[in-house]
């Protein structure tokens, strides 16, 4: 079946603009996350969603980053104000269910690279 | 001290070498881990779980020492296409059920003619 798709795949936008990165995860998928990877560097955990539940913002690195999720399907992420250290590419990651190690699994869409002139 | 250590390589090996990857991991309740393998500029992908009477798969032997906290990845029979960034995924249980992802920087292996 289809994968975890990633809109847009590039996005250059000037210092103190917003973006709106978007996720599709897999069909089914009840948990999704957002990651952030700066050139060379390893996945940055910023916020994690799980069914109807509230989400776990715990990552998120200020309060210029915000997602949302609709139910069990498109989440974005928004970066407001964007900074040149905000440039980094940007995962996405959908799984089964979070519980029990069978579906931790977690299957990751191509990513959003953004560069923030 | 991270909670998830790699040695950042790069590992040059020849094709055919044997070659082993160890990650150390510092919270003692995590539950779940993985080995994910990160080809230059594209998104992880999942290469193996580690249970903990180890797996293989293939060329591929995943281990998990619960004692010293780390797990290990060996690859037999390196060939050119094994070569990329490995990532080593620690899973913890949180009691708001939460898994809370922990990503080594992953360890870079260059596999040589």
């Known amino acids: 079946g289809a994968g975890v798709s990633q809109s847009p795949s590039n996005k250059v936008t000037e210092k103190g603009k917003d973006v709106e990165l978007r996720c599709d995860p897999i069909s089914g998928h009840t948990a999704l996350y957002w990651y952030r990877q700066r050139l060379g560097q390893g996945l940055e955990f910023l916020i994690y969603?799980?069914?109807?539940?509230?989400?776990?913002k715990s990552g998120l690195p200020s309060d210029r980053f915000s997602a949302e999720r609709t139910g069990e399907s498109v989440s974005t992420l928004t970066i407001q104000r964007t900074q040149q250290e905000d440039s980094a590419v940007y995962l996405c990651?959908?799984?089964?269910?979070?519980?029990?190690?069978?579906?931790?699994?977690?299957?990751f869409g191509p990513g959003t690279r953004l560069t923030v002139l | 001290r991270k909670e998830v250590e790699q040695d950042p390589g790069p590992f040059n090996v020849p094709e055919g070498a044997t070659v082993a990857f160890n990650c150390t991991y510092s919270?003692?309740?995590?539950?779940?881990f993985f080995w994910y393998r990160q080809d230059c500029r594209k998104e992880p992908k999942l290469l193996m779980s580690v249970y903990s009477s180890g797996n293989e798969d293939g060329r591929f032997t995943a281990q998990l020492n619960r004692a010293s906290q780390y797990i290990s990845l060996l690859i037999r029979d390196s060939k050119l296409s094994d070569s990329a960034t490995y990532l080593c995924v620690v899973i913890p249980y949180m009691d708001t059920g939460r898994r809370a992802l922990t990503f080594g920087s992953g360890t870079r292996l260059q596999v040589q003619p």
């Open positions: 919270n003692s309740a995590s539950q779940s």
């Open positions: 990651a959908s799984s089964m269910t979070s519980g029990g190690p069978l579906f931790d699994t977690q299957y």
């Open positions: 969603f799980q069914g109807n539940s509230a989400p776990d």
